[in-house]
């Protein structure tokens, strides 16, 4: 994290307005619309209605987002980076089971996130349904918002290969135009009835629950969870901003909704014996109706911006996640010169997917609604228990931990418990969704920790008792030269032990000549964007064992990195030069390359168990329709060749032949 971002300043407390906000920000779009309508509607809402709803909203988004985000969770950073999977990298080692609330999490998160730009833009848009423009109603039909939504969102996700370095520095300016719109439209209708003030009465939020004028009794949590839904994503945007400029910029935004929840509320309070039907929706009618158009223009616009966070979110999510070991390693594409930024194409072509799916399948924002939520209580609660296991790291004393477990666990279990109601409504599509996320990451971790156990002692021999067979090829002139540099992409472990299969391919299938043979490690490390590099040369001048340590953050361009190295090691007389005769680049002293990555193949002789068996050959399914083994690391245009070699895990079984006799073959 550079500096700008370790302290607060003007332009950072800008930037994390356009960055940080869009979820939870967009919110007020839907929040009051949803409470009214579970509750039979404009006609039937009671002043106690919606003063402890907006009670509720207030104090939910008090505890939730200021006290355990922004108070607690921002002080859980790896390196500066938040979210679940950064937090679980500072947890890890402190018990195996961790891995669960992790996984679980994980996937809700990316789950909750394929619905959330489903249901901001068409919100947006449904504002200008049956406006009148000039003499016309081009609005005229929830057909024509759903095409309008589909194009929105069609262009957004289009867009991301560009990545954000050019549209992201409107993002601030205009969230912020965003924040002061919301606060100053609340304080206008807040205007009419300042007796709303009362709902930072706690008091209010718990007689509603319990309240007959709540006819959803405590079911009424699962609309008001929605006001706070953004507060995970928050977190998980620390790294981009730094946590003094959130820390810095939330009261504002803070200020901001809760005046615009209050105006709702005093608008619904003065218009509920009006009868208004049709497109109702307060968010929209508490706006003088000179200002409409520009309040849903500016309302697309923060949808657009809030969807646009989600979608890098998700990005980030995932090759966090893939650093990890939850998911397979997908290709990567840095679109700007900015760390932060990336794009994989995979995943935008599946939320894009996924996201207009949904548009589809529930047409209107109010079925979205109902719908949303669900899966983001979970990603909370897990994110409850290894914060606690955070603070115990931390030796934050026994009756705090207790404390802070306790009451989140608490509060988090009912909004869990009220939106179960969401799941006949919809809700069980971002569960099945988060399902299906979840089984894969559970295929990939657990099939990895299967195939990292279970492999055959004999798999592995050590590297440095082959060190001189190497070098005797490296100078036979009886052997064609098959490459300068031939390097394997292959796992050293303990700086010695190497697959049998890596030296079969060198010295058995067909002796491959190099001059120098290089075996290169990738080794993810828990910091985000660590760049290191080990070598041992085994006292050679001809093998080197390469141990590269990349931040799962960092871009695994392992051709870019090597030709470094190389330079590097002739520069200190570690290698010999490698004078190029015929060259475009006059006094090259690098050879060519060539890269060898070998692929899992389970072999019948394997010696697992059936679920084991299984756990394996679906991750091993799971690596080669995820991507291309040379987009992993970064090979797309090297010189590179796959091999495939049979897995033996388990040891192996031993099949006999027996011989009959000789030239005594007959008909049977």
């Not at 005229?140 to 929105?152: C, E, G, N, P, R």
């Not at 309040?295 to 657009?304: C, M, W």
């Not at 994989?344 to 996924?354: A, D, E, F, V």
């Not at 058995?508 to 910091?527: C, G, H, I, L, S």
Request: proline share 3%; net charge neutral.
């Amino acid at each position: 994290m550079n500096e700008t971002k370790k302290k607060m300043t003007l332009a950072g407390l800008l930037i994390t307005i356009g960055i940080v906000y869009g979820d939870i920000g967009t919110s007020p779009l839907y929040v009051m619309k949803t409470i009214i309508g579970e509750n039979g509607g404009l006609a039937a809402s009671s002043r106690e209605l919606i003063l402890g709803s907006i009670s509720l909203i207030i104090w939910t988004v008090t505890l939730l987002t200021t006290v355990k985000y922004v108070t607690i969770a921002l002080r859980a950073t790896n390196h500066g980076e938040g979210g679940i999977f950064s937090l679980y990298a500072l947890v890890k080692k402190r018990a195996k089971w961790l891995v669960v609330p992790t996984l679980v999490g994980g996937a809700a998160l990316l789950a909750d996130g394929t619905l959330t730009p489903a249901v901001t833009v068409t919100t947006s848009i449904e504002g200008l349904k049956n406006m009148k423009f000039g003499s016309g109603i081009p609005v005229d039909s929830q057909a024509v918002v759903i095409t309008i939504t589909v194009l929105i969102l069609l262009g957004l996700f289009s867009i991301q290969v560009m990545g954000t370095s050019i549209i992201g520095k409107a993002f601030g300016p205009i969230m912020l135009v965003w924040f002061s719109f919301l606060g100053i439209i609340g304080l206008i209708n807040l205007a009419s009835d300042w007796s709303l003030l009362a709902a930072f009465n706690p008091y209010w939020a718990i007689k509603i629950l319990f309240s007959p004028a709540n006819k959803v009794g405590i079911f009424i949590l699962g609309s008001i969870f929605l006001a706070t839904t953004g507060a995970e994503a928050l977190y998980s945007d620390v790294g981009h901003v730094g946590k003094m400029n959130i820390i810095g910029s939330w009261p504002f935004v803070f200020s901001c909704l809760a005046l615009n929840y209050l105006g709702q509320g005093a608008w619904i309070l003065h218009h509920v014996h009006s009868h208004l039907t049709g497109n109702f929706n307060p968010f929209f009618d508490v706006v003088p109706s000179s200002w409409r158009l520009f309040a849903i223009a500016l309302a697309t616009l923060a949808a657009i911006i809030a969807s646009q966070a989600l979608v890098t979110g998700s990005f980030t999510l995932v090759a966090e996640a893939s650093g990890l070991k939850f998911l397979p390693r997908m290709k990567i594409v840095y679109p700007s010169d900015e760390k932060g930024q990336i794009y994989i194409p995979s995943i935008n072509k599946l939320l894009c997917l996924i996201t207009i799916a949904i548009v589809f399948y529930f047409q209107t924002s109010e079925h979205m609604e109902a719908a949303y939520g669900l899966a983001i209580t979970v990603t909370m609660l897990m994110t409850t228990i290894l914060l606690f296991e955070y603070l115990d790291m931390k030796n934050t004393p026994l009756v705090l931990r207790g404390l802070f477990l306790l009451v989140f666990a608490t509060i988090e279990a009912m909004f869990f418990i009220s939106s179960m109601t969401k799941f006949l409504h919809g809700g069980y599509v971002t569960v099945i969704i988060a399902g299906l996320i979840g089984l894969v990451m559970y295929i990939w971790y657990f099939g990895n920790r299967i195939r990292d156990k279970r492999e055959a002692q004999n798999a592995y021999v050590r590297l440095d008792n082959y060190t001189q067979m190497l070098t005797q090829l490296s100078h036979d002139e009886e052997y064609p030269t098959y490459a300068t540099n031939l390097v394997y992409m292959a796992k050293v472990k303990y700086g010695k032990f190497i697959k049998r299969e890596i030296l079969y391919s060198i010295l058995d299938k067909r002796p491959k000549r190099a001059k120098a043979y290089w075996f290169v490690t990738v080794n993810v490390t828990d910091e985000p964007y660590t760049a290191e590099y080990a070598i041992n040369t085994y006292g050679t001048k001809n093998v080197i064992n390469i141990q590269l340590y990349l931040g799962f953050k960092k871009q695994t361009s392992v051709n870019v990195y090597l030709r470094q190295i190389v330079h590097d090691l002739i520069e200190d007389g570690t290698i010999e030069a490698q004078p190029q005769e015929y060259t475009t680049t006059p006094g090259r002293d690098v050879g060519d390359f060539s890269f060898v990555i070998v692929s899992d193949v389970i072999s019948p002789l394997t010696q697992l168990s059936t679920y084991e068996t299984w756990m394996v050959q679906l991750r091993v399914w799971l690596q080669n329709l995820s991507s291309n083994p040379a987009s992993w690391f970064g090979l797309d245009y090297a010189d590179t060749a796959v091999e495939r070699i049979p897995l033996i895990l388990g040891g192996q079984n031993e099949v006999t032949i027996k011989r009959t006799g000789i030239n005594s073959i007959t008909e049977k």
